[in-house]
């Protein structure tokens, strides 16, 4: 069974750089089929996503973040990493990292992590 | 505000029928699939359906999807109190380049 696992820190100052590694168990992460993202849900709001990647390293990122958004892949270690730099208040979120399968673009993410909650805040 | 336009709310008696709709636009809902997800205060969304109608294993035939146009609708039909959650409807955006969700619609089962 796939499962995904998201970790980093809890907290994060305004203007810092959050960092978040997203660990694949019970699958490769290099499967053809599957692509890996991010979607986070800040508090009392709804669903965003953040950015989508495939194995070969190609990106796909949400117009609205773009600018600071990176996601990259370590297949070696069967994981993936979000950095979202210059954060303010409103990058407070839950922050999932999701599979999508066969189909780009797309929006049926079929495997969620847990969620990690990232506060921005001095 | 959302692209994808939902209720906020409804409601409805166990075991009844009830329609949660998602409004779009030629450029997202009109142009590709929609998937449908439910979402417990403190767990992972899960999908319920994908393309427009097709259920992942596990979701029970309850649930159902379609899409019209640009509209889509989620139908959970024998109610159970279980279902009280949030849901959203997701798709691609080929205007903006985005994967858009709808605005949750908060299910009550009353």
């Known amino acids: 069974q796939l499962q995904l696992q998201e970790s980093g820190p809890g907290l994060v100052k305004p203007s810092e750089t959050l960092s978040l590694t997203c660990s694949v168990s019970?699958?490769?992460?290099?499967?053809?089929?599957?692509?890996w993202g991010w979607i986070r849900q800040p508090p009392g709001k709804g669903l965003e996503w953040v950015g989508t990647i495939y194995y070969t390293g190609g990106t796909y990122y949400n117009p609205s973040l773009k600018s600071r958004v990176t996601i990259s892949i370590d297949m070696s270690k069967n994981l993936f990493s979000l950095k979202l730099k210059s954060v303010i208040s409103a990058d407070t979120a839950l922050y999932h990292c999701?599979?999508?399968?066969?189909?780009?673009?797309?929006?049926?993410?079929?495997?969620w992590g847990p969620g990690t909650l990232v506060t921005v805040s001095s | 505000q959302s692209v994808l336009t939902q209720p906020p709310s409804v409601s409805a008696a166990p075991g009844q029928k009830v329609t949660i709709s998602c409004s779009g636009s030629l450029s997202n809902i009109g142009d590709t699939y929609v998937s449908w997800y439910q979402l417990f205060p403190g767990t992972a969304p899960k999908l319920l359906i994908y393309e427009n109608y097709k259920r992942p294993s596990g979701i029970p035939d309850r649930f159902s999807g379609s899409k019209s146009g640009t509209s889509a609708t989620l139908d959970i039909t024998g109610l159970l109190a279980g279902d009280e959650a949030i849901y959203h409807c997701a798709t691609w955006d080929s205007g903006v380049g985005s994967v858009l969700f709808g605005g949750g619609t908060r299910l009550a089962v009353l």
């Open positions: 999701v599979r999508l399968e066969d189909q780009w673009p797309g929006a049926a993410f079929d495997r």
């Open positions: 019970g699958g490769s992460i290099s499967r053809s089929t599957s692509y």
